[in-house]
């Protein structure tokens, strides 16, 4: 660390971007902010800010009550209607799926609409925590309609419920409306992704049919530091891209 016209937050800063970048795998821990200190000797404070902007910026992460540790990079998704499994043994990623609750019980008005649910009909109700490689990467919290799948909560439901419902029901989901916004996590949300209260996170709430008969009403809520979304915008193509209803995005 040099005296002079650089704040010595900012040459830290760059020291350990440069650790981050090239000499730490993705997922490392990063010395703790009193080694830091003691190695470079500068204060806590000015760890911390140093540590802070490279959070910021996305090369390093905290991890509630274990430290920091490099990013892992981003998963990268595009909006099209597929299953989580599929999604992740494409990019080379082993999936993985803990159920959090199944049974069956009456949704609220909103989904039993959407579902095209008599007043007081039951339905199946999934929440399920979804892992890439072992990290946690999302919550899914869904309604089924039990028309097209009776006994649905007896099957395994580890694994991909878009597969299932396939082969176990011939039902393949072939359209649906997706709406996205932006959310921090509750405690609850924050203990099954392993984040902060707070946190930010993308939201997905999900409506798909098969057939025309619709079958599931899904919110899953992605780690913000872990997943992003690319959309293909084309002006010339109606409806390709998030226009205003009077057309034109910007």
Do not use: C
Request: hydrophobic share 35%.
């Amino acid at each position: 660390m040099l005296d002079g016209p650089t704040p010595k937050h900012a040459q830290l800063r760059e020291i350990l971007r440069r650790l981050a970048e090239h000499e730490l795998p993705p997922g490392s821990p990063v010395p703790s902010e009193r080694e830091l200190a003691a190695r470079y000797g500068v204060s806590r404070l000015t760890v911390r800010e140093a540590i802070g902007q490279l959070v910021a910026d996305g090369l390093l992460t905290r991890a509630r009550g274990r430290g920091t540790f490099t990013a892992r990079p981003r998963v990268e998704a595009q909006l099209y209607l597929e299953s989580f499994t599929e999604d992740m043994r494409q990019r080379g990623m082993e999936p993985g799926t803990v159920v959090l609750a199944a049974e069956e019980r009456v949704p609220p008005p909103a989904t039993a609409h959407a579902l095209a649910l008599s007043p007081g009909e039951p339905a199946y109700w999934l929440e399920r925590l979804r892992t890439a490689d072992g990290t946690p990467i999302s919550v899914e919290r869904g309604w089924y309609g039990p028309r097209l799948l009776p006994g649905l909560l007896r099957h395994d439901l580890t694994g991909s419920l878009y597969g299932l419902l396939a082969q176990e029901y011939g039902v393949v989901l072939d359209s649906g409306r997706q709406t996205v916004w932006a959310e921090t996590a509750d405690p609850a949300t924050a203990r099954s992704l392993d984040v902060r209260p707070g946190s930010p996170l993308l939201a997905f709430r999900r409506v798909a049919s098969a057939h025309g008969e619709p079958v599931e009403d899904m919110t899953s809520w992605y780690r913000g530091d872990l997943y992003q979304v690319t959309m293909q915008l084309d002006r010339n193509v109606p409806g390709s891209g998030p226009h205003p209803a009077q057309g034109g995005s910007r």
